[in-house]
């Protein structure tokens, strides 16, 4: 219950800020609506919630890093947006609504991603919570994760081997960089705006989490879209297998699929269980992901 609660308390900071953003009127209105039709479709908000959390359990406080979590969510949103289109994974649905590219046309959408992610380093470069240097920072941490070196090298090489025989190798290369990425700019952007400096070993454990996370979690949502229902997922199930996709889930049986999750799992726990003085938030955050139904 008390970890319950508190992840309450960050997802009402979140959605509160979140839900400000993009109410501007004009020339562009529609453009706005677009954005926040997909940035208020709901969600779990793990990236942002990670952010926040990474400072409080450096700093005791979530509110410095606010800014950088809507940033990150800001950022995950534009991927969804550009991931579902029909250039890429061609979906109708997510979050249990219409793709924005669905309701707005695909030239809208593309605008709406494009503009997402730009506002995404706007909100960092101007935070008034955290100080220039650590804004510069943190701008470095999210561009890192989502250029061609993260994100978009992800979904490259998902594309590109679209259809082709992929190795396990193959595999967690896609989802290090897809997946993995944003995850651990998420937990290193709650340490950028930490008003206590983290320590090396902290700095190290949270990209060690990340890491675990990430796979524990492409895992989890492999085995999801083989098991679950589109009501319950609120996306498409069977699209990986449709598209053509190797997955976690095509190169192994649900049953070690689910060991692996758990074997990743207890392996982001050990990271930040003596890494930080308070971490068992984040340890019961990737327990509760491991055995997600959505």
Request: glycine share 8%; hydrophobic share 40%.
């Amino acid at each position: 219950m008390e970890f319950q609660q508190e992840y309450q308390t960050g997802l009402s900071l979140i959605e509160k800020e979140l839900s400000g953003c993009f109410i501007e009127t004009g020339c562009s209105e529609r453009l706005w609506e677009a954005m926040r039709y997909s940035l208020l479709a709901g969600g779990k908000r793990i990236r942002p919630i990670l952010t926040l959390k990474f400072c409080q359990a450096v700093c005791g406080e979530m509110e410095p890093a606010l800014d950088y979590a809507c940033a990150v969510e800001m950022l995950h949103t534009y991927s969804l947006i550009h991931d579902d289109m029909p250039c890429m994974d061609n979906d109708d649905l997510r979050r249990g609504k219409p793709t924005c590219h669905r309701k707005y046309g695909e030239w809208l959408a593309l605008l709406a991603g494009d503009a997402l992610q730009t506002a995404a380093f706007e909100r960092i470069a101007g935070s008034r919570r955290t100080s220039a240097e650590a804004n510069g920072r943190a701008c470095g941490v999210l561009a890192g994760a989502a250029g061609a070196g993260g994100m978009c090298a992800g979904q490259y090489l998902d594309m590109v081997d679209e259809g082709r025989t992929r190795n396990l190798e193959q595999l967690i290369q896609v989802h290090t960089l897809k997946t993995s990425a944003l995850l651990k700019a998420a937990c290193l952007l709650g340490l950028t705006a930490s008003s206590k400096e983290p320590s090396a070993e902290q700095w190290a454990a949270a990209e060690r989490y990340a890491q675990e996370l990430g796979l524990a979690f492409q895992i989890r949502d492999d085995m999801l879209d083989v098991q679950s229902t589109t009501e319950e997922l609120g996306k498409p199930v069977g699209s990986d297998t449709d598209n053509g996709k190797v997955t976690f889930a095509t190169i192994y049986s649900l049953e070690e699929c689910a060991r692996l999750v758990e074997e990743h799992t207890r392996l982001a726990e050990e990271s930040v269980a003596g890494a930080f003085e308070d971490g068992e938030f984040l340890c019961l955050l990737a327990k509760s992901l491991a055995f997600r139904k959505k």
